[in-house]
């Protein structure tokens, strides 16, 4: 019953390429959210959205930049790939209002940049 | 803004014994405090959770305790087996926004 799906496991691209990482949700949640998790650093958050066509900044946003088109879809893009951005990257999506709080995470996205 | 802590930054226990990762935050609005388990190569998944009008929370072998006062909260896990070992986040959320999490405690639960 997987509810957040990232598109890719795993992805190997070239510094400098333009890349996409793609994230749904089937849960009909407003908030979504974009990690980088790395060895000893834990989560950081990257950028969220509260709602379609909104987006906000997290602690590392920059070299990335989002797209919330369609409430269930949330993309990453990394617009000229750097290898300091090798990582795994995990999706999110939380309800805006309700008592369930908990994140429900993405299978994660485990990018290379040779 | 809001800094969350998180220690030790791992742990090794012998099967059977008890576990205690320790997290301190710094915003007293904080009032939402998730734990997450991520096994290898596996998403992060809640475990338990605590919100701060209660003190302690229990589920099985696991329970978390919260101490508003001192901001920190604490997770417990009894008669570890082989299957909890894994790394383990807490965060600190306001009614369920910003969520900050800590770096994580990578457990090793030795047979």
């Known amino acids: 019953d997987v509810k957040v799906t990232q598109s890719s496991r795993y992805l190997v691209k070239r510094t400098g390429e333009k890349v996409f990482l793609e994230c749904v949700q089937d849960?009909?949640?407003?908030?979504m959210f974009w990690y980088r998790q790395d060895p000893g650093l834990g989560l950081r958050l990257i950028y969220f959205?509260?709602?379609?066509?909104?987006?906000e900044k997290g602690d590392i946003p920059e070299g990335y930049s989002v797209s919330r088109e369609k409430k269930e879809r949330f993309s990453l893009i990394l617009e000229s790939a750097s290898t300091n951005q090798t990582s795994m990257y995990l999706c999110?999506?939380?309800?805006?209002?309700?008592?369930?709080?908990?994140?429900?995470f993405g299978s994660g996205t485990r990018l290379t940049v040779v | 803004g809001e800094n969350v802590e998180q220690h030790p930054s791992t742990l090794s226990v012998q099967e059977g014994d008890s576990a205690v990762i320790k997290c301190t935050y710094s915003?007293?609005?904080?009032?939402?405090f998730p734990w997450y388990k991520q096994e290898l190569g596996k998403r992060p998944q809640l475990i338990i959770d605590?919100?701060?009008?209660?003190g302690e929370k229990k589920d099985q072998r696991i329970a978390v305790t919260l101490n508003k006062t001192a901001k920190h909260f604490s997770l417990h896990i009894t008669e570890t087996q082989p299957e909890d070992s894994a790394v383990y986040f807490c965060?600190?959320?306001?009614?369920?926004?910003?969520?900050?999490f800590g770096p994580g405690t990578r457990l090793s639960v030795l047979p």
């Open positions: 999110a999506s939380t309800p805006l209002i309700g008592l369930n709080y908990g994140y429900t």
């Open positions: 849960m009909d949640h407003e908030n």
């Open positions: 959205s509260y709602d379609v066509k909104m987006k």
């Open positions: 915003d007293s609005a904080s009032n939402y």
């Open positions: 605590i919100r701060s009008n209660v």
């Open positions: 965060a600190a959320s306001t009614y369920g926004q910003n969520f900050v």
